[in-house]
């Protein structure tokens, strides 16, 4: 479900990748950067986690447009995605090396990609209408808490976590609707 405006922004970043980036940066840096910041402690790895998602979102714009991606959403699964793996990475640096043997088992191992469940669920949370959108991406994508999202968006936080929890057996119904199991 892409907007017009992100589907122009998307050619804009093919065209003219420098304008393209900057202009990304111009309508979701805040949200990306809040996202990314509250994984990862370090600026300077922030910094660079938004640079990688920024590459990564010059590289894959083609497909994006071609697939019709909602490309806020895009941006904000894959800023999470980064920086949880940016984190994980420095994680791994503190403590003692793998044995050798296991890299050979790693290098085995194939690139996690989004399954089909995992896109319907984006698919559902992008179709939820506002605040309840919003609360979820908040919440899911930009690991707030219910009192942070509540502060957010002017509302008692017990009224988050009820539309919240409402909204899972919703989502929750809808999935198991399509997917034919209920």
């Not at 420098?18 to 996202?35: A, D, K, N, P, T």
Request: glycine fraction near 6%.
């Amino acid at each position: 479900m892409q907007l017009h405006e992100e589907k122009d922004l998307l050619q804009i970043l093919r065209r003219d990748p420098q304008m393209g980036l900057e202009e990304i940066l111009s309508r979701y840096g805040g949200v990306l950067h809040g996202i990314v910041r509250r994984i990862l402690p370090d600026e300077r790895d922030v910094e660079e986690c938004l640079s990688d998602v920024l590459v990564t979102c010059w590289r894959n714009a083609e497909t994006l447009e071609e697939e019709n991606s909602n490309l806020r959403a895009w941006l904000i699964v894959t800023a999470r995605n980064k920086a949880l793996d940016r984190y994980r990475c420095l994680r791994r640096e503190t403590v003692d090396p793998l044995p050798e043997d296991f890299e050979l088992i790693a290098d085995e191992l194939v690139e996690p990609r989004q399954s089909e469940a995992e896109a319907l669920i984006a698919e559902l949370v992008e179709g939820l209408q506002p605040p309840d959108r919003e609360i979820f991406i908040r919440r899911y994508y930009g690991l707030q808490s219910g009192r942070e999202i509540g502060k957010a968006l002017h509302m008692e936080e017990h009224a988050v976590n009820v539309r919240l929890s409402r909204g899972r057996q919703r989502l929750k119904r809808q999935f198991l609707q399509i997917f034919g199991k209920e």
